[in-house]
């Protein structure tokens, strides 16, 4: 492994919820010009080969359907990695356990709450994530995910993060004997 990898720093300015928007941003970025480039493909064929362009063309969308599971798959990683890094480095003063329901317990150890439902939502989503990282689906039989899942991944981590920071901000004000401003 070259040098400059093992000792990259990692965190120049610190993870954030944009790092989150950011991914998504990548994903819809290549999705649509993925579907741009079918889309003038389809034209061309249509024109250069007329007899068989939609042979051609179920195949190119086929393998394009299949780079899009992969840029999805990719999200899940992403999004949760930095789910998780942001609890340990927000919401943690200590060194937590590795994965998430060691993350879970040490927040709530430090008088976090994150409700029932929301946590099961999360683990489900993290089942998901180790399965892609350790049992990869076949070249040809990606997992058929839609980009609403990804939103909805989207939206459970950073209100969950949301929520926390919001416990966080309410705790700090009654430590000083503060109240939160109305509508904040």
């Known amino acids: 492994m070259r040098e400059s990898l093992k000792n990259h720093d990692w965190h120049l300015y610190g993870l954030s919820i944009q790092d989150i928007e950011y991914t998504i941003s990548i994903e819809e970025t290549l999705r649509e010009e993925s579907d741009e480039y079918i889309k003038n493909r389809w034209e061309m064929e249509r024109v250069k080969n007329p007899d068989i362009a939609d042979d051609i063309m179920d195949d190119i969308a ?3 359907f299949v780079n899009k599971q992969y840029i999805l798959e990719f999200c899940i990683i992403r999004i949760l990695s930095i789910f998780e890094a942001l609890i340990q480095n927000s919401f943690i003063n ?3 356990p590795p994965g998430l329901s060691g993350k879970i317990k040490k927040i709530e150890k430090n008088n976090y709450t994150i409700e029932n439902d929301r946590k099961n939502e999360l683990r489900l989503w993290i089942s998901l994530r180790n399965s892609i990282i350790h049992h990869p689906s076949e070249i040809y039989k990606p997992l058929n995910l839609i980009k609403e ?5 989207k939206n459970i981590t950073i209100s969950t993060l949301l929520n926390l920071e919001d416990q966080r901000v309410k705790k700090k004000l009654a430590g000083n004997g503060l109240r939160k401003l109305p509508g904040h």
Request: hydrophobic share 25%; no cysteine; proline share 0%.
């Open 62 to 64: 086929y393998y394009s």
């Open 149 to 153: 899942d990804i939103e909805e991944l």
């Open 94 to 96: 200590e060194k937590a």
